[in-house]
């Protein structure tokens, strides 16, 4: 039997958004509603569906070889494992989760300490204890099940650390942000024995590279069309790209063939000028990875 890398897929907020980038990783993830273990085209790795707060926990173990989960449920957890690097999920959202300290409007408290002896409730206990503690700040942190704005609205508590994106929802309950204590976006996380391991190390990198790629080419297009030699400066002018475009002689002709690639908000408003400047066979194709 061939050796295989335990996965950690997260389940909840993230599941589908994951299972996608896989697919377009070049990984196809078959999720059943009626197990927790979805099935991979991929021999060598196998894949279990975990909460996001859980992943840290079983990565550091062992169960999981490596994951999927918020940074902040890895702090939450103060895990001892290899973060190796950020996945931003366009799909789910480009800004970073924040934990923020909230109160309401009219409360006195303006900074920290000014919760000394105070009440705060929140579902990042573990985190926000620490946060207090090494500031030299004594507070009661309580769990909180969910509606934790309503706790504050209500005088159930005298603070909570709450997770925001855009803080709108914070301002429509009369609540005001005193701190960002953290920011949080989606990590790869891998235990630490399975990071030494030369076989599990190369699968892991694999993974990284490939889901990284697969989100960097989110919402980038190519572009190819045939230039007239004479406008070739004009257009590379005007022309984005990552790097300088590719030109290349058309078989004996006076044309050249140029590609780029670019972003694809930006392809609507560039093709009425290549065409004024002599581009035809214009082609927009899209990407799966960028690397």
């Known amino acids: 039997m061939s050796r295989q890398l335990k996965l950690g897929i997260p389940k909840g907020s993230l599941e589908t958004a994951t299972v996608d980038l896989f697919q377009k990783a070049g990984w196809n993830i078959r999720v059943s509603s009626r197990n927790y ?25 062992g169960t999981i070889d490596v994951g999927i989960a918020g940074r902040d449920w890895v702090m939450e957890n103060d895990s001892d494992v290899e973060i190796l690097c950020d996945l931003v999920y366009s799909k789910v959202s480009r800004r970073p989760a924040r934990w923020v300290l909230v109160v309401t ?38 769990f909180s099940w969910g509606a934790t704005e309503a706790k504050v ?17 914070i301002k429509a309950n009369n ?3 005193v701190e960002t204590m953290m920011e949080s976006t989606p990590v790869i996380l891998a235990n630490k024995q399975s990071w030494q391991d030369t076989w599990k190390r190369g699968k892991i990198e694999q993974l990284c590279t490939l889901l990284q790629a697969a989100l960097r080419a989110e919402k980038m297009v190519g572009l190819k069309m045939n230039v007239p030699h004479n406008q070739v400066e004009d257009i590379i002018r005007i022309l984005p790209s990552l790097n300088r475009p590719t030109v290349a002689n058309l078989y004996q002709s006076e044309w050249v063939s140029i590609e780029t690639v ?10 009425p000028e290549l065409v004024k400047l002599g581009a035809q066979g214009i082609v927009e194709y899209p990407l799966n990875k960028i690397i």
Not at 50 to 57: D, W
Not at 153 to 169: F, N, P, R
């Open 37 to 61: 273990f979805p099935a991979i085209d991929d021999e060598d790795i196998s894949c279990s569906l975990i909460r996001s707060q859980e992943m840290a926990k079983y990565v550091e173990r």
């Open 105 to 142: 409007n009219d409360s006195p408290v303006r900074k920290l300490e000014d919760l000394q002896g105070k009440t705060i409730s929140t579902e990042l206990v573990g985190f926000t204890r620490r946060y207090f503690l090494e500031r030299g700040i004594d507070v009661e942190v309580e």
């Open 153 to 169: 609205v209500e005088g159930l508590c005298d603070a909570i650390v709450e997770v925001t994106e855009t803080g709108s929802t």
């Open 175 to 177: 609540l005001r942000i």
């Open 262 to 271: 670019l972003h694809e908000k930006e392809v609507r408003c560039i093709i």
